[in-house]
């Protein structure tokens, strides 16, 4: 299923360096840190905030069935996963460009971004579909997490020195090839990144996906969730952390409006992100190798629930910057045990209809909570925000330790 040592090895290096061309963008493209602050300066409405937040998870729900019927009949996964990327970049680069073109009128530089913005997270539909079973079918168990933890912590050393160039580039940049300047950075590594799935190899006894219609992808989705006791013990385990990760966004907000954070703080508060989700992908990559992925969602959610007692307990910056490091760690936890989790409940030749099941109930669920709290936000304050934080990260806890090691369990006995 592998293939040979070679390629296992050659596909281990292509996951390493998938890893550090991956984070280095998404210090330059937050859409936790530097794009709210983007769209702030720019005059934006929480709500439209809120929208571009939003976008990513809106989308995702809504081109699953797509991206699952191209999978599953995709006979080499890793090459149409590349050309899909490739056209998501070129979409991004395209804004880019015309970022100087615009400038001039800053609510029409809003609506071009949040239509790029759409077409670009269209495309984000495909990464769990493609990546996930990617992972699964090219790596051994033992082989998923070390070498690719340590590769997404060197790209987050890399994304720590990017988010130290933030308000270099900002300050000393003239607006608006100031923030044109971050985003073709960006955009570097991206096109960089795409590269690597090009050169992944495929084993001649690699399992194929069972091909399916859209049609077929979607009257088969309610029986994953009705037959399978333990995929539905992971999808309440790993949701309500992902709704909690959804809302990462606003505490750049919290920070901007309850303590006028300056561009310097929110270049550390990326900075933090990054440096954080080093430490998450190399611990969280060690205790999977030996542990499995059910014990990251355990430490995921602690970190959630320390995050929420400090914000709602201490009104102070630098202990937001504390909550924001564990949320960041809970996330990374959160995306390492969510992906690798279905190797254990799901069968080998659906996996992308699993993963996708997974992603319709996870964005829907997380884009409502997002949309709901921006008037919310407005009207009341950040408290219930945070108060949120912390019941979710409970639940998850509460859900992974009574019910999903039980199923597991029940599973693994047959």
């Not at 090839?177 to 985003?183: A, G, R, V």
Request: charged residues 10%.
């Amino acid at each position: 299923m592998y293939g040979s040592k070679e390629n296992i090895n050659h596909n281990m290096k292509m996951f390493f360096i998938d890893g550090i061309t991956f984070m280095p963008s998404m210090a330059l493209i937050s859409i936790t840190s530097v794009i709210p602050y983007f769209l702030d300066q720019l005059g934006a409405s929480t709500f439209q905030i809120a929208l571009a937040t939003t976008m990513a998870l809106v989308c995702v729900l809504v081109t699953q069935p797509v991206f699952g019927y191209i999978a599953s009949r995709a006979k080499v996964m890793h090459k149409t996963f590349a050309r899909i990327l490739l056209a998501q970049r070129l979409s991004f680069l395209l804004f880019v460009l015309l970022i100087p073109v615009f400038s001039g009128s800053h609510p029409t530089l809003i609506n071009l971004f949040l239509f790029f913005w759409f077409i670009f997270n269209i495309f984000v539909g495909s990464y769990a579909i493609f990546f996930t079973p990617l992972i699964i079918r090219l790596l051994p168990p033992d082989k998923r997490g070390t070498l690719r933890g340590y590769g997404l912590a060197i790209g987050s050393f890399l994304g720590v020195g990017m988010s130290a160039l933030i308000p270099l580039i900002l300050n000393r940049i003239v607006f608006p090839y100031n923030f044109m300047t971050i985003f073709a950075l960006g955009a570097f590594f991206l096109f960089v990144n795409v590269v690597i799935f090009f050169s992944m190899r495929q084993s001649d006894d690699f399992i194929p996906n069972e091909p399916m219609s859209i049609s077929q992808y979607l009257r088969e989705m309610p029986s994953t969730v009705r037959t399978n006791p333990p995929f539905r013990a992971m999808i309440l385990t790993c949701v309500f952390l992902a709704m909690a990760n959804s809302i990462l966004p606003y505490y750049t907000l919290y920070a901007i409006r309850e303590f006028s954070a300056t561009e310097t703080h929110v270049a550390v508060l990326a900075g933090l992100a990054i440096l954080s989700a080093a430490i998450g992908n190399v611990s969280f990559g060690y205790v999977i190798d030996r542990f499995g992925p059910r014990t990251v969602a355990v430490i995921a959610a602690n970190c959630l629930i320390a995050a929420g007692v400090l914000i709602l307990t201490i009104h102070s910056l630098y202990v937001l910057f504390v909550a924001w490091a564990l949320a960041n760690i809970c996330n990374s936890g959160t995306l390492a045990s969510s992906q690798l989790l279905f190797a254990e409940v799901s069968p080998q030749t659906k996996i992308p209809l699993y993963v996708g099941v997974f992603t319709i109930i996870s964005a829907s669920v997380s884009s409502a909570i997002v949309l709901l709290f921006a008037p919310i936000l407005e009207g009341v304050g950040f408290a219930p925000l945070f108060a949120m934080v912390l019941t979710f990260g409970f639940i998850s806890l509460m859900v992974n330790i009574f019910v999903l090691k039980k199923r597991l369990a029940e599973l693994a006995d047959k």
